[in-house]
Nanobody
Framework: QVHLVESGGGVVQAGGSLRLSCAAS????????IAWFRQAPGKEREFVAG????????GYADSAKGRFTISRDSAKNTVYLQIHGLKPEDTAVYYC?????????????????????WGQGTQVTVSS
């Protein structure tokens, strides 16, 4: 069992920055691929960014490229999502998720069904 807790969301003006955190406890955190997803009101939950067990990026959604950076600190059992240049369309609940998949493919990393554990989410609201 892996327990994930997100934090760091809030209300930010367009152009601002936030750093979201995903703190994990339970089974060996370093064994899991971690990803961030987000869900805006009335929309499907979508992939944002993923990171491998070793800390290598597994890619970003097109909407996140150039503005979002995912990283992990294994000593703290925490994965971060740094966001710069926030836009109103980034408004959503942001979730982190953990997957135990060896040799995960680029298609798998973006698929919600691959992730067994999810946090409760943190709200990000960007005002224009």
């Amino acid at each position: 069992q892996v327990h994930l807790v997100e934090s760091g969301g809030g209300v930010v003006q367009a152009g601002g920055s936030l750093r979201l955190s995903c703190a994990a406890s339970g089974r060996i955190f370093s064994s899991y691929v971690i990803a961030w997803f987000r869900q805006a009101p009335g929309k499907e939950r979508e992939f944002v960014a993923g990171i491998s067990r070793s800390g290598a990026s597994l890619g970003y959604a097109d909407s996140a490229k150039g503005r979002f950076t995912i990283s992990r600190d294994s000593a703290k059992n925490t994965v971060y999502l740094q966001i710069h240049g926030l836009k109103p369309e980034d408004t959503a609940v942001y979730y982190c998720a953990a997957a135990y998949v060896v040799g995960i493919t680029s298609a798998q990393v973006m698929a919600k069904a691959e992730y067994s554990y999810w946090g409760q989410g943190t709200q990000v609201t960007v005002s224009s």
